[in-house]
């Protein structure tokens, strides 16, 4: 009997895929199976960017915005050639394929060209420590708050944290990527040592980035619950800001596919409130930090 993931036939199901532990292409297709109902509607009617690993951990991946062959059930191409994925058979599909990574849009359909969150992603330099980046999400949190916003915090699988605050589909891009960037250019006024708005590199060292860039039309942020390409095999997790209090270091894997789906289930959701808290960015929210609409 072949392996099967629902209708989706997994070959070379025991293909290394991720190291550290060693982790076959069947048990990351079960972990995206088992979080499937988690990772879905931070999935559906959103454009998605892929990282590919098709021969497994030790060949090079590649990042695909478009497929041009014929896709698999469950996993759509909209007028731009722009894919989106629909069902869980879908997200397996990809998997088969290769993908590990999942890479979400600002917007969802139908109002694409209309973001519904904004992502600060706090990039930490080299020499920032865990305590250093916790106090900075705690800043960055205060100041979204006093704007308007409502921060929720999501771990990145990497070196950082992503503060992601929902919008009502209302503003264009320009001015949620103008707020962003009012934001990252607030908080290294207002503490230089601490952040820093210039991706330079040189610049970087001792301070967090705050990298305000994803929320451009067409950038894209690491989706909730993905598992990352990297060793030990991270996932990008909700969390709880009182989580940040226990001094615990939730960076790199210290949630991954063998126990991200546990924890979920063992706590409330973190972000049960996400819908709620929608935000519109209009001219108010704007002059809190000095901007101006765009031109319509």
């Known amino acids: 009997m072949p392996d099967r993931i629902g209708k989706i036939v997994i070959t070379h199901p025991d293909r290394i895929v991720l190291r550290a532990p ?100 706090l990039d930490p330099g080299e020499g920032v420590d865990w305590r250093a980046i916790v106090e900075g999400a705690q800043l960055a949190r205060g100041l979204m708050q006093e704007v308007g916003l409502v921060p929720f915090l999501k771990s990145t699988g990497g070196k950082g944290l992503h503060l992601v605050a929902p919008l009502k589909p209302a503003a264009g891009w320009d001015d949620v990527k103008a707020l962003a960037h009012g934001l990252a250019m607030r908080l290294e006024t207002v503490l230089p040592e601490r952040f820093v708005a210039n991706m330079a590199k040189a610049k970087r060292r001792g301070r967090i980035f705050v990298d305000y860039l994803r929320n451009g039309n067409g950038a894209t942020a690491i989706a909730a619950f993905s598992v990352r ?68």
Do not use: C
């Open 22 to 121: 060693d982790t076959r292409k069947l048990d990351l297709a079960r972990y995206y199976e088992a979080i499937g109902p988690r990772i879905l509607p931070h999935l559906q009617k959103r454009r998605v960017a892929l990282l590919r690993y098709p021969d497994g951990a030790d060949k090079p991946g590649f990042f695909q915005k478009h497929i041009t062959t014929d896709l698999p059930k469950g996993v759509s191409r909209d007028a731009a050639g722009d894919l989106t994925i629909d069902s869980l058979e879908g997200l397996i599909a990809l998997v088969q394929w290769g993908v590990i990574e999942l890479h979400t849009w600002g917007s969802r359909a139908p109002k694409t060209e209309a973001p519904d969150r904004l992502t600060l992603d």
């Open 229 to 296: 390409g990297r060793v030990g095999g991270p996932v990008s997790m909700p969390l709880p800001w009182d989580l940040l209090d226990t001094g615990e270091d939730l960076r790199g894997p210290a949630f991954n596919l063998r126990n991200a789906r546990q924890w979920a289930e063992a706590h409330p959701d973190p972000w049960a409130d996400y819908a709620a808290s929608r935000r519109q960015v209009g001219p108010r929210m704007l002059a809190r930090l000095g901007l101006a609409p765009s031109e319509p």
